[in-house]
């Protein structure tokens, strides 16, 4: 099965803990992207990789970390400085970087206390 | 100049109905505009988009129109079914240097009762 996958679907924290949500993919997409939806929002752009051990800053970026060692998989750190964590954290890729198709994974929901 | 402003927030309608969700936006530089379903707990999936330089796009029972003077598009569904209620969202994309990005809409949450 081709496709995307995050894990945890559900994690909890406490409030002053960095967290990873871990994402891959094993549809050879060269790019990567993360994004935050809360209740209400639409989705915003955390982070996105167009390549390995490259990556930019999107839209929300502060609070977050990325890290691109492999084309499979886009870790996302959650960190303490991150003002209000909880929310639906989803990972998607395209083809290329240019690619307007993005394909997206299941999702995270994160619940920091 | 990125954002992407949908309505209505909320829609219900009876099955068979023609929900029409509405979106507008003011970059012009935006040059692909596609739509997602989300159903809850999941990921959006790509569910149709258009390109400005077509006026309407078909794909089943969902329709894209169109209007690049106004700056406006919107989705229509056709015959809609219960199994159609989800939150769509509306999105609008250009490359910046060598990415594409995508600005989402606030979404607009789908009923269709039986």
């Known amino acids: 099965d081709g496709g995307i996958t995050q894990s945890p679907k559900y994690l909890f924290r406490k409030e002053g803990q960095n967290v990873t949500l871990s994402c891959e993919q094993n549809?050879?997409?060269?790019?990567m992207y993360w994004y935050r939806q809360d209740p209400g929002q639409g989705l915003r752009l955390i982070y996105y990789?167009?390549?390995?051990?490259?990556?930019q800053k999107g839209d929300i970026a502060e609070g977050y970390s990325v890290s691109r060692e492999k084309k499979e998989s886009f870790p996302l750190t959650v960190t303490s400085a991150q003002k209000n964590p909880t929310a639906f954290y989803l990972c998607a890729s395209s083809t290329r970087p240019t690619g307007n198709k993005q394909y997206f994974g299941p999702g995270t929901r994160l619940t920091v206390t | 100049q990125q954002q992407v402003k949908q309505s209505p927030q909320s829609l219900i309608v009876q099955k068979g109905g023609i929900p029409i969700i509405n979106c507008a936006y003011e970059n012009t530089a935006f040059d692909y505009f596609p739509w997602y379903q989300q159903f809850p707990g999941k990921g959006p999936a790509l569910l149709i988009a258009?390109?400005?330089?077509?006026s309407e796009k078909k794909e089943g029972r969902f329709t894209i129109s169109f209007n690049k003077s106004a700056k406006q598009f919107s989705l229509h569904i056709m015959d809609s079914q219960p199994g159609d209620s989800a939150t769509y969202f509306c999105a609008a994309s250009t490359s910046s240097g060598s990415a594409r990005q995508l600005t989402f809409g606030s979404g607009t949450q789908l009923t269709v009762l039986p």
């Open positions: 549809l050879n997409h060269d790019a």
């Open positions: 258009i390109r400005p330089d077509v």
């Open positions: 990789s167009q390549i390995v051990n490259d990556f």
